[in-house]
């Protein structure tokens, strides 16, 4: 194998197959393509073709009809999809928040726990994905409903005299996607946790620090990458969900994702349904960018 | 004036054994600490000397007894209620912080001005010889500078007492033995209460105004490092403390402290230093340390001993090693017994058979103020 490089050899035929053997920065390419091949195929060419999309017309029988413009934006800008826009950012929002708030103290109570008992807790965690997220959500509709588990326990404690009527509104949507994103939000708070020394506390303690204080200036500061990253993922797919709002919800809850599933498969505006997934997609990123930069740990996200 | 700095009181530690029933960490212990003295605990891993420093700074509680720190009775006082700060021995920094605030914290925690902290964290950074690293994060340290950033940030405190969890430990040797002496003089010149964790019995004995040697719980002696080198009162702190020959026998005759014990296999006395309380018949070992025998070829000649008196052996060596400054040579007696002896090179020759050599037969005299005669157990 002496003097690969130092001796030029002349390219012959097989000139891409020798440099790939012989060349570094040709070898990276080649163990790095089949990724990049697969983003191109699954990822770039499909995006593009939504962006394309996003500026040509409907047809009037549902078709695409290729006329450059840029109607379908200026669309989105009527009053009522603004109002669904910044709805559906709200109610994201807000089941980031209460995912947060609940996934907390179930994540650092795991963290504490001894080991043993945390791999239980953390497999429990992970057991409803072994079940249709549909069927789960059936599940939610048995238990709010007006004649539901939820509705005949209070009923029969005597706690309510009339069912509440907790289906079919903003609420109800609101519980199935906190329910629907917990363990997003629960693992990577469990994971930056669970890091966390011990002596950490102790050393806190030890300085004069009392329990609380010790949680707010050592706890709180360093779970806040994993807060971080399970905010992004809630936020992120909650933005785009459509199927709680459409059986939690009734016909009350617009959510963008329900405004552009029904463009593609109700009213056949497939135009205009890419813009507003154009729209989701830049606003998404917009938001998670301002956050991260923000809390100022962008970077060890990615790490 | 409070007599002592930290006092444990007959003190108990039982933990719950994951495999069933109880471990007992620290077993009835009894220690006075002096205000201003640097006192070590010195003993193997696992033998409480961990458990009693976290007992003193409040992470644990005692299962039964009492820690006393300045004349008041702990009882269950969380840590950060105590007059006690600790350097733990992966330091436990806080990594997020830098290392101006690292050192504040526990002056924020004492709700201290703004100026009087920013003074007295400069003061710290100054004294363990950080000056301006104060804006750097922990990760971007060395593990000597993190140490000194540890030390820095309990020793602001102004404690009563510093409590050490081998804050050595992770330190390559070099560096250890400079802090080592960097500590003393530290400790020295701030005046404050030093309690030191260390397995390290050189460490120990460099450092220490005393210290107390564990094993299995319990202290077995408290006292300065002449008196646990010269005089440890039991075989497991001669065997752990410095090197040491141990020879079986039995106490023949008890006199004011003089004892007279003829030796297994070997039709020979010794006289030696009682240690600890002894009876007639009692099955005892001698502990004589390596570079305490006298080697010579004729003891009437060199020493003025005649060849039967006590203390006194003919040997032959099994292998001797020249090291520059002595020669450690090991020795078997007539009874098969072997023994480590360490020769001071008084002599400067060339010749290497000077020193001694494989094969040699030799005398040993070992003086009865050197041969401390202790229970087998």
Same mark, same amino acid.
């Given at each position: 194998?002496?003097?690969?490089?130092?001796?030029?050899?002349?390219?012959?035929?097989?000139?891409?197959?020798?440099?790939?053997?012989?060349?570094?920065?040709?070898?990276?390419?080649?163990?790095?393509?089949?990724?990049?091949?697969?983003?191109?195929? *699954?990822?770039?060419?499909?995006?593009?073709?939504?962006?394309?999309?996003?500026?040509?017309a409907r047809g009037t029988y549902g078709n695409v009809?290729?006329?450059?413009?840029?109607?379908n934006?200026?669309r989105?800008? %009527?009053?009522l999809y &603004?109002?669904i826009?910044?709805?559906?950012?709200?109610?994201?929002?807000?089941?980031?928040?209460?995912?947060?708030?609940?996934?907390?103290?179930?994540?650092?109570?795991?963290?504490? +726990?001894?080991?043993? #008992?945390?791999?239980?807790?953390?497999?429990?965690?992970?057991? $409803?994905?072994?079940?249709?997220?549909?069927?789960?959500?059936?599940?939610? /509709?048995?238990?709010?409903?007006?004649?539901?588990?939820? @509705?005949?326990?209070?009923? @029969?404690?005597?706690?309510?005299?009339?069912?509440?009527?907790?289906?079919?509104?903003?609420?109800?949507?609101?519980?199935?996607?906190?329910?629907?994103?917990?363990?997003?939000? +629960?693992?990577?708070?469990?994971?930056?946790?669970?890091?966390?020394?011990?002596?950490?506390?102790?050393?806190?303690?030890?300085?004069?620090?009392?329990?609380? +204080?010790?949680?707010?200036?050592?706890?709180?500061?360093?779970?806040?990458?994993?807060?971080?990253?399970?905010?992004?993922?809630?936020?992120?797919?909650? !933005?785009?969900?459509f199927?709680?709002?459409?059986?939690?919800?009734?016909?009350?809850?617009v959510?963008?994702?329900n405004l552009i599933r029904n463009q593609f498969l109700t009213a056949r505006d497939w135009p205009f349904g890419a813009a507003g997934?154009?729209?989701?997609?830049?606003?998404?990123?917009?938001?998670?960018?301002?956050?991260?930069?923000?809390?100022?740990?962008?970077?060890?996200?990615?790490? | !004036? %409070?007599?002592?700095?930290?006092?444990?009181?007959?003190?108990?530690?039982? *933990?719950?054994?994951?495999?069933?029933?109880?471990?007992?960490?620290?077993?009835?212990?009894?220690?006075?600490?002096?205000?201003?003295?640097?006192?070590?605990?010195?003993?193997?891993?696992?033998?409480?000397?961990?458990?009693?420093?976290?007992?003193?700074?409040?992470?644990?509680?005692?299962?039964?007894?009492?820690?006393?720190?300045?004349?008041?009775?702990?009882?269950?006082?969380?840590?950060? &209620?105590?007059?006690? @700060?600790?350097?733990?021995?992966?330091?436990?920094?806080?990594?997020?912080?830098?290392?101006?605030?690292?050192?504040?914290?526990?002056?924020?925690?004492?709700?201290?001005?703004?100026?009087?902290?920013?003074?007295?964290?400069?003061?710290?950074?100054?004294?363990?010889?950080?000056?301006?690293?104060?804006?750097?994060?922990?990760?971007?340290?060395?593990?000597?500078?993190?140490?000194?950033?540890?030390?820095?940030?309990?020793?602001?405190?102004?404690?009563?007492?510093?409590?050490?969890?081998?804050?050595?430990?992770?330190?390559?040797?070099?560096?250890?033995?400079?802090?080592?002496?960097?500590?003393?003089?530290? #400790?020295?010149?701030?005046?404050?209460?030093?309690?030191?964790?260390?397995?390290?019995?050189?460490?120990?004995?460099?450092?220490? %105004?005393?210290?107390?040697?564990?094993?299995?719980?319990?202290?077995?002696?408290?006292?300065?490092?002449?008196?646990?080198?010269?005089?440890?009162?039991?075989?497991?702190?001669?065997?752990?403390?410095?090197?040491?020959?141990?020879?079986?026998?039995?106490?023949?005759?008890?006199?004011?402290?003089?004892?007279?014990?003829?030796?297994?296999?070997?039709?020979?006395? !010794?006289?030696?230093? $009682?240690?600890?309380?002894?009876?007639?018949?009692?099955? +005892?070992?001698?502990? =004589?340390?390596?570079?305490?025998?006298?080697?010579?070829?004729? $003891?009437?000649?060199?020493?003025?001993?005649?060849?039967?008196?006590?203390?006194?052996?003919?040997?032959?060596?099994?292998?001797?090693?020249? /090291?520059?400054?002595?020669?450690?040579? =090991?020795?078997?007696?007539?009874?098969?017994?072997? !023994?480590?002896?360490?020769?001071? @090179?008084?002599?400067?020759?060339?010749?290497?058979?000077?020193?001694?050599?494989?094969?040699?037969?030799?005398?040993?005299?070992?003086?009865?103020?050197?041969?401390?005669?202790?229970?087998?157990?």
């Amino acid at each position: 194998m002496e003097g690969t490089k130092s001796v030029p050899r002349p390219a012959r035929g097989l000139g891409l197959i020798k440099k790939l053997r012989e060349q570094p920065e040709y070898q990276g390419w080649a163990l790095i393509s089949p990724t990049i091949i697969y983003l191109i195929l *699954f990822l770039i060419l499909p995006l593009l073709l939504v962006v394309v999309l996003s500026f040509l017309a409907r047809g009037t029988y549902g078709n695409v009809v290729y006329r450059l413009n840029l109607d379908n934006y200026s669309r989105l800008f %009527d009053p009522l999809y &603004l109002r669904i826009l910044s709805y559906s950012l709200g109610v994201a929002a807000l089941t980031t928040v209460i995912t947060i708030l609940i996934g907390y103290p179930l994540a650092y109570y795991i963290a504490r +726990v001894p080991e043993r #008992q945390r791999s239980m807790l953390l497999f429990l965690i992970l057991v $409803p994905f072994w079940t249709n997220f549909i069927i789960r959500i059936y599940a939610w /509709i048995m238990i709010l409903r007006s004649e539901g588990l939820l @509705n005949t326990f209070l009923l @029969n404690l005597g706690v309510i005299d009339a069912p509440l009527d907790i289906l079919y509104t903003p609420t109800a949507v609101l519980i199935g996607m906190v329910y629907e994103f917990l363990p997003f939000m +629960v693992l990577p708070l469990y994971t930056s946790l669970e890091k966390i020394e011990m002596a950490q506390l102790e050393a806190a303690a030890d300085l004069g620090a009392r329990p609380w +204080v010790g949680f707010l200036r050592i706890t709180l500061p360093l779970s806040i990458p994993g807060m971080i990253a399970g905010s992004i993922l809630v936020f992120i797919p909650a !933005m785009g969900m459509f199927v709680v709002p459409d059986l939690m919800g009734g016909a009350k809850t617009v959510l963008v994702g329900n405004l552009i599933r029904n463009q593609f498969l109700t009213a056949r505006d497939w135009p205009f349904g890419a813009a507003g997934s154009m729209v989701l997609l830049l606003i998404t990123l917009v938001f998670t960018l301002i956050y991260t930069r923000k809390a100022g740990f962008g970077e060890e996200l990615l790490v | !004036m %409070d007599q002592f700095a930290v006092e444990m009181r007959d003190v108990m530690k039982r *933990f719950p054994n994951p495999g069933g029933g109880e471990i007992t960490a620290v077993d009835h212990v009894t220690i006075k600490i002096q205000n201003g003295e640097f006192f070590s605990l010195l003993g193997p891993s696992g033998c409480g000397k961990t458990t009693s420093l976290r007992m003193i700074a409040g992470f644990e509680w005692p299962t039964s007894g009492e820690i006393v720190i300045q004349d008041r009775a702990m009882g269950r006082t969380p840590p950060y &209620l105590r007059p006690v @700060n600790t350097v733990f021995q992966s330091y436990a920094l806080f990594q997020h912080m830098t290392i101006a605030q690292n050192v504040s914290f526990g002056l924020e925690m004492e709700h201290l001005s703004k100026p009087e902290i920013d003074k007295r964290v400069q003061a710290a950074l100054e004294m363990v010889q950080l000056p301006g690293m104060g804006k750097r994060k922990p990760r971007q340290l060395s593990g000597g500078q993190q140490q000194r950033v540890a030390l820095a940030r309990a020793l602001v405190k102004r404690p009563a007492v510093l409590l050490l969890d081998e804050p050595l430990g992770a330190l390559d040797l070099k560096l250890r033995k400079e802090m080592q002496l960097e500590l003393k003089a530290l #400790q020295e010149q701030v005046g404050i209460t030093f309690i030191y964790v260390t397995h390290d019995q050189e460490e120990a004995l460099t450092m220490s %105004d005393r210290i107390a040697v564990m094993d299995k719980g319990k202290a077995l002696q408290i006292g300065a490092p002449v008196e646990i080198y010269e005089r440890p009162n039991c075989r497991f702190v001669a065997d752990f403390i410095g090197e040491t020959n141990f020879l079986s026998g039995r106490v023949k005759e008890l006199e004011a402290g003089r004892v007279t014990v003829s030796l297994n296999n070997l039709d020979r006395e !010794m006289v030696g230093l $009682p240690q600890g309380e002894l009876h007639n018949g009692q099955a +005892v070992v001698i502990s =004589i340390r390596p570079e305490k025998i006298r080697m010579v070829q004729d $003891p009437v000649m060199s020493i003025g001993v005649t060849k039967n008196s006590p203390n006194c052996f003919p040997v032959r060596v099994i292998t001797s090693a020249y /090291i520059g400054s002595d020669t450690r040579v =090991i020795v078997e007696f007539a009874s098969g017994a072997r !023994m480590k002896v360490w020769e001071q @090179n008084h002599i400067s020759s060339l010749d290497p058979q000077a020193y001694h050599f494989d094969g040699e037969e030799a005398w040993l005299f070992v003086p009865p103020e050197n041969s401390l005669v202790m229970a087998e157990d």
